[in-house]
């Protein structure tokens, strides 16, 4: 009897652990094309991730750094990068897993895309 209580208890706390763990999503942000020296901060609902005083992107990968994290499913995520001083915002709802790629373009200044599968880079 005893051990069928405790298997019981740990297959309860194993169901419990996966209900938490599906309730959260998964936000990947890659650094790509672009930048050759800039000063860039990258900021998740004003949380500082990432930041380079000189950021250089790989141009033959169009690829400079990646950076995880965690979030609860259905929150409001507002990825805000300052590049030389000016900013870039983006808010993004967060209902699964999802990939955010800022890029430095010339005319444009940041762009920053978010998609459904990774980014991928040859």
């Known amino acids: 009897m005893k051990k069928i209580s405790i298997t ?3 297959f309860i ?14 936000v990947t942000v890659d650094v790509q094309d672009g930048f050759n020296g800039q ?7 004003e949380i500082e991730f990432w930041h380079s005083k000189s950021a ?8 400079v750094d990646s950076f995880k994290f965690k979030l609860k499913n259905k929150t409001i995520l507002q990825i805000q990068v ?10 993004i709802n967060v209902q699964n897993d999802i990939y955010i790629g800022v890029e430095r ?6 762009i920053i895309s978010v998609t459904k599968v990774p980014f991928y880079y040859d």
């Open 39 to 45: 000063s860039v901060t990258i900021f998740a609902n």
């Open 56 to 63: 250089v992107s790989d141009f033959s990968l169009g690829f």
């Open 13 to 26: 706390m194993i169901i419990s652990y996966s209900a938490k763990a599906s309730e959260l999503s998964s």
């Open 82 to 91: 300052i590049m030389d001083n000016k900013e870039y915002v983006k808010e």
């Open 105 to 110: 373009n010339v005319e444009k200044g940041i």
């Open 8 to 10: 019981l208890l740990i």
